[in-house]
């Protein structure tokens, strides 16, 4: 069974909606799963900005300008909530902050799509979750991403005098389905320009940020979801990115219960932006919290 329901409401059909103010307590201990057992998992988008961020530094703009935190965008990284276990998709460049803001005090694995600046930029604020929890951190990828990322943060991987300055990490390459602390991850190849990235489902959920092309194979994946969060940069084309008409082509065809447009510039406008979008599909923001079972 599978669901997406409201956090700290009623059960609803549709996702939506809480945020940082109604964050679940993370200090929950981790138990064993019984194999095959459904669990309930809370998916936090920390951040929904494009690699600028927004307000991006030297523009005023509407929406740089706005006063409404909707419109205030971190660049993109997202959680996973579930007994007691926490999983981190993406380090993005302000994590530290997104960190603080989510009460994130626990984090167990971390799942990257790729390895551009905006996505793990903030690796190194996960090293005191290696002091914490005494052991080096699980992290999944693509191959080409990890070699990446050990060659742009070599420090970490090169022997030096230990003093707790660097982060503990355990690279392992994905590239198929993987049961991490009980929850079934299924990785979701797409291209982003020329470079393969990931998404990732999780029970009905999938999230798949940073793409222009998603292969018919990986368009299977992604079939009977509750919700669907997807890259939708802006109005205009771009060579790398679904653009507003394209993601919502892509969700025409898919027919996701709920989907939240990620990845956004300043070109979008909260309200708006969901002013002229179909019923059942919205813009995504920093804080967003949503209850699925998986």
């Known amino acids: 069974m599978n669901r997406i329901c409201e956090v700290g409401t009623t059960m609803l059909s549709l996702p939506i ?9 993370c200090s929950v201990s981790p138990r064993p799963l019984t194999p095959g057992e459904n669990m309930d998992v ?4 920390l951040g929904t900005g494009t690699s600028h961020g927004v307000p991006v530094l030297a523009c005023h703009c509407p929406v740089c300008t706005s ?27 302000e994590l530290r902050l997104q960190g603080i803001r989510a009460g994130l005090d626990r984090l167990d694995a971390i799942l990257f799509t790729h390895s551009h600046a905006d996505h793990i930029g903030g690796l190194d604020d996960v090293r005191v979750f290696s002091e914490l929890q005494g052991q080096p951190l699980p992290c999944y990828g693509r191959s080409d991403c ?11 991987f090169e022997q030096t005098p230990w003093g707790g300055g660097k982060p503990r990490l355990d690279l392992t390459p994905i590239d198929g389905p993987r049961t991490i602390f009980g929850l079934e991850i299924q990785p979701v190849p797409v291209f982003h320009g020329s470079l393969g990235v990931l998404g990732f489902r999780f029970g009905n959920a999938a ?3 940073d793409c222009n092309r998603i292969p018919e194979s990986s368009m299977e994946l992604l079939r009977g979801l509750d919700l669907l969060v997807l890259d ?14 394209q993601a919502l082509e892509i969700i025409d065809r898919l027919r996701p219960a709920r989907c939240y447009l990620t990845h956004t510039t300043h ?4 309200t708006a932006t969901n002013a002229v979008l179909p019923q ?5 923001y920093d804080g967003l919290m949503l209850e699925v079972m998986a």
């Not at 990890?146 to 970490?156: G, H, N, S």
């Not at 059942?280 to 995504?284: M, P, Y």
């Open 280 to 284: 059942g599909v919205e813009l995504a």
């Open 267 to 270: 070109d979008l406008e909260y």
């Open 67 to 93: 006063p409404d935190p909707r419109n205030h965008r971190f660049r993109c990284s997202a959680l996973l909530r579930f007994d007691g276990r926490t999983i981190l998709i993406d380090t993005a460049t």
């Open 42 to 45: 809370t998916f936090t988008l």
């Open 232 to 245: 939708a940069l802006r109005w205009k084309p771009h060579p790398t990115h679904f653009n507003v008409e």
């Open 207 to 209: 999230y798949v940020t």
């Open 146 to 156: 990890l070699e990446d990322i050990e060659r742009r943060f070599d420090y970490i």
């Open 17 to 25: 909606v809480s945020s940082w103010l109604s964050c679940p307590s």
